[in-house]
């Protein structure tokens, strides 16, 4: 991350969901936005109170704190009247939410509990529809504003165990689109990020992250993205350099989603698989 700003966000006023520690990667964003210059409310469903550490991200940026369910139509009402109070109109929104219900409680994807399952597309997927909605319905978004979320490949491709996110993903990547083309008749400007697989609390719980975490290091030319890396993207998608840049789902991966297969990667699989075959 950058250590001194370049006053990207000097002029802009906004709200980013879903930090809770300092793991999250809207954490890292929250303090790249700060140092750039923004201002920005924080925002986070009530149960952060007790799991996570928001309270000394909202004092390290001089951030209010406002606490909102992201799947309740009444919370977030109360959140962008708060906002219109606070700013006036916001000039971004940052959504970083994401929770697969089956995969915390370990149910396979060929067994899932669709209660779970309609819960975790309504908290990873639904939740920026709801958001976007309320921001333009109280009219608290300002015209050519920018709207980012954060994405994964597993939208796209087929990765066994993350399951259930897979679909969410791929959702929230369509919500992008289907925004897009409304709000750029106010030049307001909607993106996804799809980020490499990142040490978070979430990612923490998909069995099997370390796993897709080092096979992303190895087959990626410049390594995995980290949490900071992916905050200064995101700020040059809040700023006015990005202005033209709208419904799409931009891969901040290290060339990940680029990539066949390593010279590492053969080696690897020789390694292991080649020694079998020899022995064999």
Same mark, same amino acid.
């Given at each position: ?7 990207? &966000?000097?002029?802009?006023? %906004?709200?980013?969901? %879903? ?5 999250? !990667?809207? /954490?890292? =964003?929250?303090?790249? #936005?700060h140092r750039e210059g923004a201002q920005f409310a924080l925002s ?7 799991? %996570?550490?928001?309270?000394?991200? #909202? ?11 992201? +799947?309740?139509? *009444? ?10 109070? +606070? ?9 970083? !939410? ?7 409680? *370990?149910?396979?994807?060929?067994? &899932?509990?669709?209660? /779970?399952? &309609?819960?975790?597309?309504? =908290? ?11 921001? =333009? #319905? ?11 979320? =954060? ?14 996110? @897979? ?11 289907? /925004? @897009? ?5 106010? @030049? ?9 697989? +990142?040490? +978070?609390?979430?990612g923490s719980g998909i069995s099997g992250f370390d796993a897709m ?11 995995? #993205? ?26 901040? *991966? ?10 590492? &990667? ?6 292991? /698989? @080649? ?6």
């Amino acid at each position: 991350m950058q250590q001194n700003g370049h006053g990207l &966000l000097s002029d802009k006023k %906004g709200v980013i969901f %879903g930090a809770l520690n300092d793991q999250s !990667i809207a /954490w890292a =964003i929250a303090e790249a #936005a700060h140092r750039e210059g923004a201002q920005f409310a924080l925002s986070n469903a009530p149960v952060a109170r007790r799991l %996570g550490s928001v309270d000394q991200l #909202a004092e390290q940026c001089s951030s209010p704190l406002i606490w909102a369910d992201a +799947t309740s139509d *009444d919370d977030l009402q109360k959140l962008f009247d708060e906002l219109k109070e +606070t700013y006036g109109t916001i000039d971004f929104i940052v959504h970083a !939410i994401g929770m697969g219900v089956n995969v915390r409680k *370990d149910r396979p994807y060929e067994d &899932l509990n669709y209660d /779970w399952y &309609l819960k975790t597309l309504n =908290i990873s997927a639904v939740s920026l529809h709801r958001i976007v909605h309320h921001a =333009i #319905a109280s009219e608290a978004m300002a015209d050519n504003g920018s709207v980012v979320t =954060i994405s994964y490949i597993g939208a796209q491709r087929i990765f066994s165990k993350y399951s259930e996110m @897979g679909d969410a993903k791929a959702l929230l990547e369509s919500i992008v689109r289907s /925004w @897009g083309y409304r709000l750029g008749k106010r @030049g307001i400007r909607i993106n996804a990020i799809s980020q490499s697989p +990142t040490k +978070t609390t979430a990612g923490s719980g998909i069995s099997g992250f370390d796993a897709m975490y080092d096979f992303a290091e190895q087959l990626s030319p410049l390594g995995n #993205a980290d949490a900071a890396s992916c905050a200064d993207y995101t700020v040059s998608l809040l700023s006015d350099f990005t202005r033209a840049v709208t419904m799409q789902t931009l891969f901040h *991966d290290g060339g990940f989603s680029s990539m066949g297969i390593s010279d590492g &990667l053969v080696e690897a699989m020789h390694d292991v /698989w @080649g020694k079998n075959s020899d022995e064999g």
